[in-house]
């Protein structure tokens, strides 16, 4: 067993997850042990992780002066929301001092990187799955995101 932050996690079990997943042409294979559960997706590059149930964050203060802007949880129903494929650590630029991705209110076509998640090594693309305009980023770079995190609202 290794330890990462924390985390025990089973490699062997991981390494014979992911040689299953190529031998048998899946693209997704999860295994549940109690509270435990190990994922091992295929998303163009292989990217194994492993994840503890999610705690319910924090509860953030509301702005004195409710806006028209809507609350984060609210963007977890929106239909432009992109959520996480994966755990890792987001990242808004290609590398530290450049330009973001996107903005908000920038126009973005589908399939255009709106950032990165570095997991497990490995840096993986998060594109649009359709053209519209940037409405919000939900997040900071090099901020740790969870599976199925709302990212950004493209409408």
């Given at each position: 067993?290794?330890?990462a932050?924390?985390?025990e996690?089973d490699?062997?079990?991981?390494?014979?997850?992911?040689?299953l997943?190529?031998?048998?042409?899946l693209t997704e294979i999860?295994?549940?042990?109690g509270d435990?559960?190990?994922?091992?997706v295929?998303?163009?590059?292989?990217?194994?992780q492993?994840?503890a149930?999610?705690?319910?964050p924090?509860?953030?203060?509301?702005?004195?002066?409710a806006?028209?802007?809507p609350?984060?949880?609210?963007w977890k129903t929106?239909p432009g929301?992109?959520?996480?494929p994966?755990v890792g650590t987001?990242y808004?630029?290609?590398?530290?001092?450049a330009?973001?991705?996107?903005?908000?209110?920038?126009?973005?076509?589908?399939?255009?990187?709106l950032?990165?998640?570095?997991?497990?090594?490995v840096?993986?693309?998060?594109?649009?799955?359709?053209?519209?305009?940037?409405?919000k980023?939900?997040i900071?770079?090099e901020?740790?995101?969870?599976?199925d995190?709302?990212l950004?609202v493209i409408e």
């Open positions: 067993m290794a330890v932050k924390g985390l996690v490699t062997a079990l991981v390494r014979e997850l992911a040689e997943l190529d031998a048998s042409k999860e295994v549940k042990d435990r559960v190990i994922r091992v295929r998303a163009g590059v292989p990217v194994a492993s994840y149930p999610s705690y319910a924090a509860p953030v203060a509301a702005a004195p002066a806006a028209a802007a609350a984060i949880d609210d929106h929301t992109v959520k996480s994966i987001a808004l630029s290609p590398e530290p001092g330009a973001p991705y996107v903005t908000e209110g920038q126009t973005v076509a589908a399939g255009e990187t950032l990165i998640i570095e997991a497990m090594k840096m993986n693309p998060i594109s649009a799955p359709r053209a519209g305009v940037v409405k980023v939900l900071r770079s901020q740790p995101v969870e599976y995190e709302p950004v």
